[in-house]
């Protein structure tokens, strides 16, 4: 079974750049043709996708994050870095990372916990 785990800060400060990192293990994030996304929820939001990198290394972000949005990877450590720029209050969700079987996000098969972020000061 593939896992997927979300790491970073659960707390940062407005205007600060959010970092979340996704460990995947039991798979590799090189295998054709899968999607690697971040999808986030507001509380009391639905879900919202953020972006994905996919397994040639392809970036697609959503068109209302793309200025502040960067998705990158380490091969060696079969891992995808989320980097969300000049963050705000209405930044604050539960951030998850998903593998998409190339059906779109909703589709994933596997999903991490989801990490809660807070922006505060």
């Known amino acids: 079974q593939v896992q997927l785990q979300e790491s970073g800060p659960g707390l940062v400060n407005p205007w600060q750049t959010l970092s979340l990192t996704c460990t995947v293990s039991?798979?590799?994030?090189?295998?054709?043709?899968?999607?690697w996304n971040w999808i986030r929820q507001p509380p009391g939001k639905g879900l919202e996708w953020m972006g994905y990198?996919?397994?040639?290394?392809?970036?697609n972000y959503s068109p209302s994050l793309r200025s502040r949005t960067s998705i990158s990877r380490d091969t060696s450590k079969n891992q995808f870095t989320l980097h969300l720029y000049s963050v705000t209050p209405e930044d604050t969700a539960v951030y998850y990372c998903?593998?998409?079987?190339?059906?779109?996000?909703?589709?994933?098969?596997?999903w991490g916990q989801g990490t809660q972020v807070t922006v505060s000061s």
């Open positions: 039991y798979g590799s994030i090189t295998t054709n043709y899968y999607y």
């Open positions: 990198i996919s397994y040639s290394g392809d970036t």
């Open positions: 998903a593998r998409d079987p190339a059906w779109g996000y909703l589709a994933s098969d596997y």
